[in-house]
């Protein structure tokens, strides 16, 4: 069975620091991986996914993730963070052959300090 | 603008009432799912559709009941709420098939509170 563990709560940084949210996961062959924002009082709003290729994928808002399967991880980073990207943060895994199910992290809410 | 509609956007119920949480999308979508969101338990499937007609079981399925009869509508019925359904429902779809996995596209929520 596949699984998702996000080690971080609660992350704090500085507007204009750079972020980084770490993803595990936790499946027998090449995953699905996505990274979602939700902010307050909204659902969940997909910023990247990663199916194959690049490790390296580009998403909207400026994020990016690496995918690195020595280390079964998907970090989400961003260089430069904006006040704005306060919000709680979702890394999900998928099964081929699962018919788009994904399993979720328990989320990473992010404060951003001016 | 093409989405997910959930109605009511939040709903107080009395403990043992019936509530049937509605969700309909028009990206004409073959796979919808529910979840509810918990404080400290994150994102919990429910139930599943993989296409008009099926439906599936997710992680916490008790207490919930789902049907399909067509593509756009995925309703979620409780049959007889109890308190510890106290939740944030949220319904998805993607454009998945069976060995594909595309990503889901969210409503914005049903606050449910059984008292």
């Known amino acids: 069975a596949q699984s998702v563990t996000q080690p971080d709560i609660h992350i704090t940084v500085s507007e204009g620091a750079s972020l980084e949210l770490r993803c595990n996961y936790s499946y027998g062959a090449t995953p699905y991986l996505f990274w979602y924002v939700q902010s307050p009082g909204q659902g969940l709003q997909l910023l990247l996914k990663y199916f194959s290729g690049d490790t390296l994928v580009q998403g909207i808002k400026g994020f990016e993730a690496e995918f690195k399967r020595s280390q079964s991880s998907f970090n989400l980073r961003k260089p430069s963070v904006h006040w704005s990207d306060a919000a709680e943060y979702f890394c999900?895994?998928?099964?081929?052959?699962?018919?788009?199910?994904?399993?979720f992290g328990d989320g990473t809410t992010l404060t951003v300090k001016p | 603008i093409a989405g997910i509609t959930q109605a009511p956007t939040s709903q107080i119920l009395a403990a043992g009432r019936r509530m049937t949480l509605r969700c309909t999308q028009d990206?004409?979508?073959?796979?919808m799912y529910w979840y509810r969101q918990d404080l400290g338990l994150g994102l919990r499937l429910i139930h599943y559709s993989n296409t008009a007609g099926t439906t599936g079981k997710g992680e916490v399925p008790d207490g919930y009941s789902v049907s399909r009869a067509n593509t756009d509508d995925f309703p979620l019925t409780l049959a007889s709420a109890v308190p510890s359904q106290t939740s944030v429902y949220f319904c998805?779809?993607?454009?998945?098939?069976?060995?594909?996995?595309?990503?889901?596209?969210f409503g914005d929520g049903t606050r449910l509170s059984i008292l």
């Open positions: 999900a895994v998928g099964a081929r052959g699962n018919a788009g199910k994904s399993t």
């Open positions: 998805a779809s993607s454009d998945s098939v069976a060995e594909e996995n595309q990503p889901q596209h």
């Open positions: 990206m004409r979508h073959n796979a």
